[in-house]
């Protein structure tokens, strides 16, 4: 901070904008102070600084926000530190680079410290179960014990969740405080967004964005850099977003591309699924005894698909011709999961890619996905192998 604020006076840059926490008065944790303390380094270097001063930041890749996520969608039930019921007063990102920008474009004799923060004033046991009803969770119990200290506490969350302790520990220290906004001065120099800010319930709805409406991605090798800023981006850490479980399979065949997209095409139904017939017909028992569709609706067609067409126990989501074929599950399963197919040129043959991707809802979503996984070999490796030699077969006929 001191470089910083030391090179902004020998540039004589216009401003500084510094995005800080939310505190209350009196003794701060080590995180929150310095915090504080940057934005008082960076006021005092002499360049008009603007210090906006948020609580948790509700979007994918804050890490105050995944702590909640990944507590919610995996614990039904949490013993927690007594900070479960100080109350917290939630932003929502998109409402965050709004205040940024309004500092960037305000008076630059306004500059100073100012509190940000969403409509709503939260204990964080509500945000845990505000988020729950968003992601289609049961509500979470939350039992707040005296003895989970911040280090256990710390322990605790990265024993359950993929956030590291070292990012746990400060977060969990700093809810040991409330962190509400002081006062609204920020009004006065920076305008509220047009329609308002964002409730906390739909900050979340728009931070579990595309999986929450169901609207996936064409493919997702096609990740897209830009959208709303909710959204997840390539450069938010490995622990940011929802959970995702992935097998991919990838293999290169002397058979013709058309050859392999006719066998893609023609999946399922009397053709089968080209591995392990018992284990997908016992897939098809399991879901029809669980009130599901099973194996028995076949397809329409033996050879053609189109979008929306029923494939056993999937529904034809997407088809690129040649190229494509996804398939997304309607069997009963804990979470939301597809099946991608894909066939590409590769010199005097064709490549096959494949890959089911499954999203867990809850503990009972990421204890499907294990149990399953023993599986994964006989079943993902048996089809690629299969598909691939029944395209190898149909080329030399």
């Known amino acids: 901070a001191a470089t910083i604020a030391a090179a902004g006076a020998a540039a004589s840059v216009g401003r500084i904008v510094y995005l800080g926490g939310l505190h209350p008065y009196g003794r701060l944790s080590r995180h929150l102070r310095s915090r504080t303390e940057v934005g008082e380094i960076l006021a005092d270097s002499g360049v008009p600084t603007f210090t906006l001063q948020a609580g948790v930041v509700i979007g994918s890749g804050s890490a105050s926000f995944e702590m909640v996520r990944h507590l919610t969608d995996v614990l039904p039930y949490m013993p927690a530190p007594r900070w479960v019921r100080n109350q917290i007063q939630p932003i929502a990102v998109r409402d965050v680079l709004h205040y940024l920008m309004g500092a960037a474009r305000a008076d630059a004799a306004a500059a100073g410290a100012y509190d940000i923060g969403g409509p709503d004033v939260l204990r964080y046991g509500q945000m845990m179960n505000g988020y729950a009803v968003e992601a289609g969770l049961p509500q979470r119990a939350i039992a707040a014990l005296p003895v989970l200290t911040p280090g256990l506490a710390s322990h605790w969350v990265n024993l359950v969740t993929p956030i590291p302790r070292s990012i746990a520990r400060p977060l969990v220290e700093s809810l040991q405080h409330d962190c509400v906004m002081k006062d609204h001065r920020v009004d006065a120099v920076i305008p509220r967004p047009d329609g308002g800010l964002t409730p906390y319930r739909r900050a979340v709805r728009l931070a579990l964005g595309r999986v929450a409406a169901d609207d996936v991605e064409t493919s997702w090798q096609d990740a897209e850099v830009l959208g709303a800023p909710s959204d997840p981006l390539p450069s938010d850490p490995e622990w940011a977003g929802r959970t995702v479980y992935t097998d991919r399979r990838e293999a290169r065949t002397r058979a013709r591309p058309e050859a392999l997209w006719s066998v893609i095409e023609g999946i399922g139904g009397a053709n089968g699924w080209y591995s392990s017939p018992l284990l997908w017909a016992a897939r098809g028992w399991m879901d029809k005894l669980a009130g599901g569709v099973g194996l028995a609706r076949g397809r329409r067609s033996t050879s053609r698909v189109v979008e929306g067409d029923v494939v056993d126990f999937w529904r034809v989501e997407k088809v690129e011709p040649g190229r494509m074929l996804r398939l997304r599950a309607?069997?009963?399963?804990?979470?939301?999961?597809?099946?991608?197919?894909?066939?590409?040129?590769?010199?005097?043959?064709?490549?096959?890619?494949?890959?089911?991707?499954?999203?867990?809802?809850?503990?009972?979503?990421?204890?499907?996905?294990?149990?399953?996984?023993?599986?994964?070999?006989a079943i993902f490796r048996g089809m690629a192998n299969r598909i691939t030699a029944a395209a190898e077969a149909e080329t030399t006929r």
């Open 330 to 377: 309607e069997m009963r399963v804990p979470g939301l999961a597809w099946l991608e197919l894909g066939c590409a040129p590769d010199g005097d043959g064709a490549r096959y890619t494949q890959r089911a991707v499954f999203f867990p809802q809850g503990l009972s979503g990421r204890l499907y996905w294990l149990s399953v996984l023993p599986f994964h070999g």
